[in-house]
Structures are given as structure tokens and as C-alpha cells.
DNA sequence: AAATATATTGACTCTGAGTCAAACATCGAC
DNA sequence: GTCGATGTTTGACTCAGAGTCAATATATTT
């Protein structure tokens, strides 16, 4: 491996994050579908051969996005599961970690769902695969820590559910209140409601009905949600202090 | 309109139907991107061309194959809203219809995720558009009809929420679990696990977690899906007596 | 400076959605 | 029955865009 090598690493690394930069602006737009090679080749100025040295296909690239984004949610997962407070309250760290990633990336969740389909997933190269599955492992773990910590600590006292299934009723709650806020469901529900204010309220139900302690009724929410944005996600612009 | 007319109409409508059940079938195999309209001319032995008499492009097909599955959902959905008992067992009746619907159309959420991306909505018939979203309304109101039922009847008690909220926390759940029981996520979460027993078990925490009465800890589930089987989907094969 | 190795390119192929002029069927008038 | 008019069906064609690869350009070694 000669000095230059190191250099080359570098630069290839630079441009395929140059790709991923534009192809995420385009796929955010336009969508996959609309999504278009030889456009993405013009814009990053570089020819079609040379995004194929980096993807193997489309979908590949589409992947690649995906797993970045899926990335920094594990990150932001990371950060709220390091809140101090209580169990309840490190939960809603991770409630607001999630509000702040669909934020940042307004419909993840439909490319998520495409992305797992039979036919799109087998088309993206084996080790992006990997990589991809890492990042959910690291957003589950973070969720998974704090339901452990709660039993410990016996905020979850009625709870005969093993953990991984605590943390699957609390993701599936998540996911499906972000696809429901957004989507053409959304306004025969809530009219005009922020969804995201909705998708923490629904959590809030579910770790009701798990009997997590304290009960949500008996929580200062907004009091909550501000220290969490001063303290660990001061960057959420989104965030409106009630 | 002349007497030959309505034998006409008549067939036109039987040959839509055999279009679609054929793209239904090759959908289910192999998704919308491997759908292959030449291929699916041949299968129903007709050209290219009489598809696009009845369909305006591809999307347009998959989108009426969509709203023909949501009709069964919305029909399922009233059969369910009728089933004689308590309000949480009328719920836990949707339950049951929501499970049945899956089994029959296993990843119908993923599609119907697709269905409702820009990209892909526009590009089909609007009178097709204004049909899909008038089951998903019907759907909607038969959920409807049983919360307001339960708010009279004094089983929600201490609930704040109007109960639109109350529908749109449910429907959250029930279609997060749906998607994250299939899909790569499952095996992270249940190792194997019943994914529809584990989308009614979220069900009962939210509604448990909603304060609705009598709470899931006083309630025989078995008993009550094995009524529910009985009276009203006797035909749902995937159930087992527990 | 020439020879060799490596990196990049874009014209080309091939698949598949969508079109439309021509072929075919139906029907009423004579 | 035959003729023309009207309505229906067809499949060869166009065109866009993903993926390939021989030719070209650039870097490195001798």
C-alpha cells in the first residue's frame, strides 16, 4: 500500500459522498421512480460508468442513501438514550430523537418500507445489506437499554412481556404513526394536528398500557420536551417550546 | 342505450376483472417493478393495447388492484363492527378482520405505502384515486362508529381525546405492527413469533394504555377470537383456536 | 521518454412502458 | 346476402432510461 494509495482512498470516498449528496437531494424530491442516472451523472460531473464503480445498480445507490440517513438515526437514538432521568423520561429522549430524525428526513419511512421489499433489497450489493442492518441493530439496542434499565429499576412492574417485545410494541407505534401523520391517511385523522406531537402521544399511550411508570397523566410533558431540547438536541429547529 | 349495450358493459367489466386478478397474482409474486405488462397481455390472452383501454398507465393497474383488496378490508371491517358485544370485544373484532385481511394480502401495507408516494398517486386515474380513498374511509368509520359507541356506553372514561385521535392511535398501531412484523425487521424483534398475535397484543396495550374498559388483564382473548371465528369469519383458516 | 498499469468515459445495447395506424368485428340499411 | 359505417382490438413501433464495455485518458514505473 503505497503512500498515494491513502490519498485515492480518500478522494473515492469524497465523490461517492458526493453522490450520495446529490442522489438523496434528487430521491427527496422526485422519489425513486424518478430517480435518473444519467441526470445524477451530469450533476455530480462525472460520467454513468463511473457511478457504477461505486453502486452496483439503482437500487444499490437508493440503499446507500437510506443507510446513511438510517445512520445518523442511530446516532441521534444514541444521544437520547444517554439523557439523564428517569426511564419515562429517557424514553421520550428517544421519542424526541425520533421526531428530530423525521424532520430531517420527512419520508425515510416509505423509502425504509421499499427498500425491504423482496424484489428492491436482493438488487443492493451484500455488504450495504449488512451495513444497513447494523445501523437498525444500533436503533433498536438504544431502545432496548432503556427498557431493561426500567425493569431494573421496576418502572415496568405489571409487565410479564419480554423486553424485545416492549421495544417491538414501541416501534411499531413509532413507525406507524409517522407513515399515518404523513401520507394521504393523515388529514382524515388529524386535521392539521402536528404529526409529530401525534406520534409522541401515541407512544405516550402505549407506555401507558405497559404500565411504564409514572403514568403519563402524572408527567409535565412540554417541562420534559424543553430539557431535552436544551440539554441533547439544542440543533432541533423544528422544536417549538409549546 | 341499446339492448346489446349492457351485455357489452357487462363484459367489459368481467374482462377488467380478469386483468386484474392477473396482475394481483404477478404483483403478489413479484411486486410492481417486476410487473411486465407484455407478460400480463399474454397471461390474459389479450394484446397490450386492450389494457391500456381500461387502464390509464402501470400505476393505475396496481392502484386498482389496491382498492379492490381495501374493499374486502372496508367489508371485513363492517362485518366485524357488528359482531354483538361489549365495545372492547367489537374492537378486538377489527382486530380479528385486520388479521384476516393480512393473511389474505400479506404485504398489502407495503403497496399500499407505495401507492400513496407522490410520484406513483398521480400517475393513475383520478376517478380510480377518489374510489381508493373512499374504502379507506369506510375502513375508517367502522373504527369510528365503535369508539364513539364505547364514549356513550362510559368505556372510555378517562379519556381527554376527541375520538378521532382515539382511531388514529389504534390504526397507527395495527399498521406499524402489521409492517414490522413482515419485513427484514421481524426476526430482530420475535424470534418467530405469531406476527399478527403480536399486532393484536399491541392493540390491547394501546387501548389498555387509552384507559378502555374492561382492561386486557380482566379479559379472556382466546374465548372472545374463538367467538369471533365462529360467528363471523368462519371462513379464516390461518386462525387457530389458540 | 517509453512502457505499463490504472482510472474514466460515453456511445451502445437491451428491456419494457406507452402509442396509434391498420386490421378486424359488428350491425343496420337496402 | 352485401355494402358501408361505426366501433373494437391489435402488435409493431417509439422512446426513455438502466446497465455495459471497448476505447481513451491519466498516472506510475522503468
Redesign the interface.
Known sequence: MSVTQARKDRERAEREELILDHAQRSLLK??F??LNLDDLAKSVEYSKGTLYLHFKTKEDIALAVATRAIRERAEFFERGAKFKGTSRERMRAIGFACCHFASVYP?YF?VE??L??????EKADALRQQAH?ME??RC?RAVHSIVTDAMEAGDLP?SHLPP??I???I???????H??GR???GP????GADPLK??C??V???????GWKPNS?DLDADAIDRRIHKEIFSEATWFKGS
Not at 416501534?171 to 404513526?177: C, E, K, L, P, Q
Not at 382524515?188 to 386535521?191: E, K, Q, S, V, Y
Request: hydrophobic share 45%; proline share 0%; glycine share 14%.
Open positions: 422526485d422519489g421512480q424518478n419520508d416509505s418500507l421499499m425491504k421489499s423482496q424484489s428492491f433489497w442492518g437498525g441493530a433498536f405489571q424485545e417485545r421495544v417491538f410494541a416501534a411499531s407505534t413509532a413507525i406507524g404513526s407513515i399515518m401520507s394521504g391517511h382524515m385523522f388529524l386535521g401525534m406520534m402521544q401515541n405516550d399511550i402505549v407506555l401507558d398500557g405497559l397523566k
